[in-house]
């Protein structure tokens, strides 16, 4: 293992002098969070909000419960058992069903991570002129180089502060002018439409704020942090520490998801006020709506919102290759973590680096990397709903979790959501055939 350090001896910090209680408490759930409003999601979120303007900002509202109760329990899953998700898929469910899930969040997180580095190279094209495939290349070279040589304890470190990078999406709404009576009708009052578009969109909103590949990371980078901190153990073998554990998965997830939703709606309140006021209403990528921006509302909401992208795309990256790389990891038994050398990990890195730089070979191919994110899509709203059933099926199976199964409100909005994305890939499935 590589070594860590840390002050952290179980799940509730010890604070030093000059370090914050709440930081602390805020680690794979912040970035999970964070890591959703990546390119893809910016462009999803800017269409959104260019289409249908401020009709659809109640879809945040909406699913922000759903994206905490399922988000927490893939936490508690890693916490509580010492494994990801697909290392207890692989101990206890059919392996057919294994070997289809890795296989689907491997090629549906290759195509993200290709998307996600076109747009951060367009956007770098955007900012300071140039070819915009080199900066293709560096950004997924950047991305994988870090995640090999960098200590793991830093590494999260690094990628807390880019989750600072999200702020360039409430500096740019501050800059345009906003009817927030208007925002506010559209978050608390649900507007619908039978237009295919509406639904489209609706089912691309939930897609993007629902993703497999986040639950494999949270519930990956919980079992990183039982390896990281000697004290810590799976709550199976060390129920006392259950409590504190659970309470800052919680505080955890409960910050990070509203981070992520809160960004989305300014991303959707900013292009509705400004591309959507305008009649432009046909957004495909982020980079479209950052130039789209520029004559509406001015260089400098521009400059934000592009920024934005890059440092969205630095945080996004790693953790869709990351999570990858742990799903794969787990089924085939490979050593895996983050924490470890290269070496005592060589196959969970090199699949790290290969989904990359597979990514970054997209960019340099003949596919239309929109109509791949498309079909990525697809495919993540169609695995989102075995994968959410298996995971609440196996909450609350003794033999998994122990004495901390989940009951009472968690999981009944846990199977909301398992619902929700059941409804939105079969509305995925209906507008694609229709």
Known sequence: MRPVTTTAAKDSPSVGPSKPRWLGLLGPGLVTGASDDDPSGIATYSQAGAQLGF???????????????IQEISGRIGRTTGRGIAGNLREYYPNRLLQLVVLLIFIANTIN?????????????????????????????????????MQYTRYVSMLKWLTLALFAYFGTLMVVRVPWGTVAWGILLPTFSSDGAFWTTVVAI??????????????????????AVPEREPLVLRPRQGPDALARIHIDTLAGMALSNLVGLAIMVTTAATLHAAGVTTIETSSQAAEALKPIAGSFAFTLFTLGIVGTGLLSVPVLAGSAAYALGEARRWPIGLARLPLEARAFYATLVFATLLGVAINFSPVNPIRALYWSAVINGLVAVPVMIVMMLMTANRRIMGKFKVVGRLRTIGWTATAAMAAAAVGMCVTTIG
């Open 113 to 149: 991570i290709g998307a996600d580095l076109g747009a951060m190279g367009d956007a770098a094209g955007l900012l300071i002129g140039g070819p915009h495939l080199a900066y293709v290349a560096f950004f997924g070279t950047f991305c994988a180089g870090l995640q090999v040589v």
């Open 55 to 69: 009709d659809v900002g109640w879809t945040m509202l909406f699913s922000y419960p759903l994206m905490v109760a």
């Open 206 to 227: 939930l897609g993007t704020t629902i993703s497999p590949y986040m639950f494999f990371w949270q519930a990956s980078q919980e079992v990183e942090d039982i390896n």
